[in-house]
């Protein structure tokens, strides 16, 4: 069972996809903040994982 999992989410901002290498061994809610590689805003992740896999994922901006 691989530790990773690549997934990917449209920027609130500007709608460009942006990848995201999700640490399925941190837990099974994970929130954190990291800038769109495309425009650099800043987007807030919400996470959720279970069984090893993603179930979800909730992009906003940072102030919203």
């Known amino acids: 069972m691989s530790l990773e999992q690549d997934s990917t989410f449209l920027c609130p901002y500007c709608s460009a996809e942006n990848s995201l290498q999700v640490d399925l061994t941190a837990g099974r ?32 901006r940072e102030n919203e």
């Open 29 to 60: 809610r994970q929130n954190f903040v990291m800038d769109c590689e495309t425009c650099c805003a800043p987007i807030v992740v919400h996470l959720t994982l279970s069984g090893g896999e993603v179930l979800s994922i909730d992009v906003r």
